[in-house]
Structure formats: C-alpha cells, structure tokens
C-alpha cells in the first residue's frame, strides 16, 4: 500500500482555542489517499471548495479561525496531481464530520463513506447544525454511509482499521494502516500536532475534554507499541513526508 498526504489548504486559528496560549498557528489541512489492493481509499476530505470564496458559510467560526484557501487546493485537484479522478475512490474514511475534515465529500460523487456510528448520530443533530458545529453540506450528499464502531476493518485484511478516538467530537475515529515499513495511525483531530500529546494540551472547544484525553493516552499507548503517528495538522511533520508518500 501507499499513504499520500494531499494538502487541501490551510486554517489559520488562534493558539490560546487549542493550546491557550497568545499568538496564531498556520495549520495544514490534509486528506489522505490510500493505494489499497482492494480500491483507492481516503482519510478526510478537506474543506468544501466554496470556502474559496465564500468564507461567510463558516457562521460563528470565523470569531476564532480564518481559511487560506485557494482554487486549485480543493480535493479533486489534489487528485488530479496524483493522476486519480474523483470517481476512482471507493471508500472514504471519515475521521468527523467538521467542515476542514468532512468538506470536500461532496466532490467524490460514487464513494462510501465510512463515519462512527455516534458522528454521524451527531451530524444530523439540528442542534448541532444550528449551532455552527457541523453543516450537512459538507457531507450529506446521498452516499451510502457506513455507520461503523470500534475496530472496524475497512476491507477485513488488517489493514485499515478504525480506532475509536472520541472527545474532540462524539464520535471522532482515527485509521490505523498496516504499511510495509509498519504500521501508521492516522489520528485526525485527537491531536493536531505533536505538542499537544507530549503536554496532553487540548482544546477548550471539544465535545468532551477529558473523553479526548483519554483517547490521546490510547493513541500514545499504539505509539509505544510500534505504531507511527500521523497527527492531523502538523506542519512540521507534513514536511517530512515525501511527497510520493509511505509505504
């Protein structure tokens, strides 16, 4: 298999939401494509492209958080770059349903979405909805949904499998990846970049704080049993990976 990051824009938020501290952080929004034998899959779909130029539709977001994001940058170009048309993807694992992780659904028009049962419960919540945490936009698209728990293996090999991870949302999930060279945790918004696990840091917006720590300590425990981290908008580590991705 092979893991390819596709950088689908960035956000740019005030550090004091995530970690309280003053300043403002550049965040790497990422999908990530999936060469698997059994069809090509994606983690994450980015931000829907009218952000491009309507960044209005974000509603109470935008009092914390600003999107640079240009034509070019949405997620069916970023597989044009790669030679993928947006129909080749046959499943799509999402970590939540936020709009820089669930928005770009919608240009993959024959693919499966694969979301925890408890987001996707979330999701159509009109609570939620009018309250600006989730837009039906971004993924209520008339796919077939997947509606999975804990463990789920994607393609019952191993390979792919969901780890639930919740507490930035109620049902945020992680994918773990067997790779040749061994095995990749992809750990979405459980923890945006390796700081906030090294000082369990976590932001005042989520769900459930502690229900998020204690995913963290879960995926910190996968770390020391081997697996590598992928963590969900870290730049640093983005840089590190080649652009032609891990096997």
Request: glycine share 12%; hydrophobic share 40%; net charge negative.
């Amino acid at each position: 298999m092979n893991l390819i990051p596709l950088r689908v824009g960035h956000v740019d938020m005030a550090l004091r939401i995530v970690t309280g501290e003053d300043g403002d952080v550049h965040l790497p929004v990422t999908s990530w494509l999936i060469d698997h034998p059994a069809g090509l899959v994606l983690f994450d779909t980015g931000m829907h492209p009218g952000l491009q130029t309507d960044v209005g539709r974000l509603g109470a977001n935008t009092r914390f958080l600003t999107v640079d994001y240009h034509p070019g940058e949405e997620l069916a170009a970023r597989l044009d770059d790669e030679g993928v048309r947006p129909d080749d993807i046959a499943v799509t694992v999402l970590s939540h349903l936020h709009f820089d992780h669930a928005g770009g659904c919608g240009q993959l028009p024959d693919t499966r979405l694969v979301v925890h049962r408890a987001e996707w419960e979330a999701g159509r919540d009109q609570a939620l909805v009018e309250a600006g945490v989730y837009d039906p936009v971004d993924y209520d698209h008339g796919h077939e949904v997947e509606q999975v728990d804990d463990g789920h293996d994607v393609f019952g090999d191993g390979r792919l499998v969901c780890v639930a991870t919740p507490g930035h949302t109620a049902g945020h999930q992680a994918l773990r990846v067997e790779l040749e060279s061994g095995p990749v945790v992809l750990t979405g918004d459980c923890i945006y970049f390796k700081r906030m696990l090294d000082e369990m840091l976590v932001p005042r917006f989520g769900f459930d704080t502690e229900l998020q720590r204690a995913s963290m300590r879960r995926l910190a425990d996968l770390e020391e049993d081997g697996c590598r981290l992928l963590f969900g908008h870290d730049t640093d580590q983005l840089d590190t990976v080649p652009a032609g991705g891990l096997r």
